[in-house]
């Protein structure tokens, strides 16, 4: 069954403060029927990362897409032109694909499952205070779906979700359902790095589905053929977990690096030089090899819980995970420490530049962030901390409040520290100007969180340098005495 789409009059888009938006929208009315270009109306439930991104690309794919959610002020947003996060190149996929009358946004969300065939799941799953995955909202929105059930749908869970999630889906879908109507429950998790997510979607490494059913299939090689990706077509249970082993492994991955690079520290080796040298090897990659202070966001940490507690429901203990997490932990508190050493043992009274404080860069993503962890611990010591990050300062401001000094310009960040720390590493950080950096400054400390500058170029300019896993400092190749008295001169 191919619904019909909604019929939008192309909107004139203008500019404000410099981003673009959407003109408003009014309420769409979604009617049965064709389109006159054989469009697939899709509905996806949800309108936070996942969901938007995956409504957005699909309808870039050509078919006719409504972003449903039950949170008016959310659809309001959408309806105004405003993302409310950062990810690049999709406000503008948004602006033209609303332009094109293949996407819309609507807070009837009862009415959008009615009238689309295909149903993506695409709601939050965070973590429960016991670790666990909660799927409250997945279990309402398949109670909707059966108490609308008005013809055949394939429902695809594109939220990430533990092992017979899909299973328990159909049952209540079955269960609330109004009408004896066939409903397939497909896998389809996703793959999508924030910072990067619609290059992500438009071109995947590979394509999982986990269904039975050859007619589910075939409707998902459809929606996604044009992507021209391999598939993996497998049971619903596989298709799950390939989701929670992925994650589990990019993690464990991450914190590998991080242990090698704590045992680097001790043994005066150079941690780059040891990943470069094991990346070489095909069975490892150079991939997630980069150590630093821990990861974060939304996905990692929740989802190692919860797969942690699927192995401790079934009286098995994860050993591997654990530690995997125990090891991102502790990177926090090890920089913590590196840093109070060197600030003679102490952060009080001190003031400490913070450069970055999303979780990754080209996000405006602060969950789970290491950046705003390392915060906590400097302002519970007593410390300043001065923060500036290119777009994250706002939902920075949200989790920290009016503890911290928000800078909208890097080096006003800097003036006047006794310490910088590298905690995300931003393009525009890796071109600092460290003489610049010398002069602002009231101490000389870096701490790189991120390996991101090379130690000699720090050094040289009076500063002292401190990474993740690297050799011994450098010496400081100039007096202090000396550098200000350079500065002297360049001003004149």
């Known amino acids: 069954m191919e619904i019909i789409g909604p019929s939008l009059t192309p909107p004139t888009f203008v500019t ?66 405003e993302v409310p996060f950062f990810e690049p190149d999709l406000l503008e996929l948004i602006v033209s694909n609303h332009h094109a009358g293949r996407l819309a946004f609507s807070d009837e969300v009862e009415a959008g499952m009615r009238e689309s065939a295909i ?7 965070p973590m429960r205070h016991d670790d666990n995955a909660d799927l409250s909202a997945i279990w309402d929105v398949a109670a ?66 986990g269904t039975a059913n050859p007619n589910a299939e075939a409707i998902v090689r459809n929606l996604y053929e044009p992507l021209d990706a391999p598939f993996v077509i497998t049971d619903v249970r596989t298709s799950e977990m390939i989701k929670y082993a992925a994650n589990a492994f990019l993690a464990t991955k991450v914190s590998f690096m991080n242990e090698i690079a704590n045992i680097c520290e001790l ?14 090897d095909h069975r490892i990659g150079a991939q997630f090899m980069s150590p630093g202070i821990g990861y974060g966001g939304s996905c990692f940490p929740k989802d190692l819980r919860a797969l942690e507690r699927t192995a401790h429901g079934r009286n098995y203990e994860a050993t591997l995970l654990r530690a995997v997490e125990t090891v991102n932990r502790s990177q926090i508190h090890r920089t913590f420490t590196k840093l109070q050493n060197a600030l003679g043992g102490s952060v009080e009274g001190k003031t400490v530049c913070v450069l970055g404080l999303a979780f990754k860069p080209n996000t405006s993503d602060v969950r ?66 460290f003489r610049m950096v010398r002069k602002l400054m009231r101490g000389n400390l870096v701490l790189d969180g991120r390996n991101a500058f090379e130690a000699d170029d720090v050094a040289r300019e009076g500063l002292r340098y401190i990474g993740v896993g690297r050799a011994k400092e450098p010496t400081l190749e100039v007096e202090y005495a000396e550098v200000l008295s350079e500065y002297e001169v360049l001003s004149e």
């Open 16 to 81: 404000t403060n410099g981003s673009h938006r959407l003109p408003n929208v009014e309420s769409t009315t979604i009617t049965h029927g064709h389109s006159s270009n054989g469009q697939r109306r899709i509905a996806i439930v949800g309108t936070g990362y996942v969901g938007l991104v995956t409504g957005t690309c699909l309808a870039e794919l050509g078919n006719s897409v409504v972003c449903l959610d039950n949170d008016a002020s959310k659809i309001a947003t959408l309806r105004r032109g």
């Open 119 to 125: 149903i993506f799941i695409a709601v939050g799953t």
């Open 144 to 209: 909707t779906i059966g108490r609308e059930l008005n013809g055949p749908k394939l429902v695809v869970i594109k939220s990430t979700v533990p092992v017979e999630t899909c299973e328990m889906v159909a049952a209540i879908i079955a269960e609330n359902a109004a009408r004896p109507h066939r409903v397939d429950v497909v896998s389809n998790p996703e793959f999508l790095r924030e910072g990067s997510a619609v290059a992500d979607f438009m071109h995947p490494d590979r394509i999982v589905v």
């Open 267 to 280: 043994v005066n080796v150079d941690v780059k030089a040891v990943a470069r040298g094991i990346g070489f």
């Open 368 to 433: 789970e962030s290491p950046a705003l962890h390392l915060i906590d611990h400097l302002i519970r010591a007593g410390a300043t901390v001065a923060a500036h990050d290119p777009i994250a300062i706002e939902a920075a401001r949200e989790r920290l409040g009016g503890d911290v000094r928000y800078c909208t310009q890097m080096y006003e960040a800097i003036d006047g520290c006794d310490a910088v720390v590298l905690a995300t590493e931003w393009n525009e950080y890796k071109g600092i100007n």
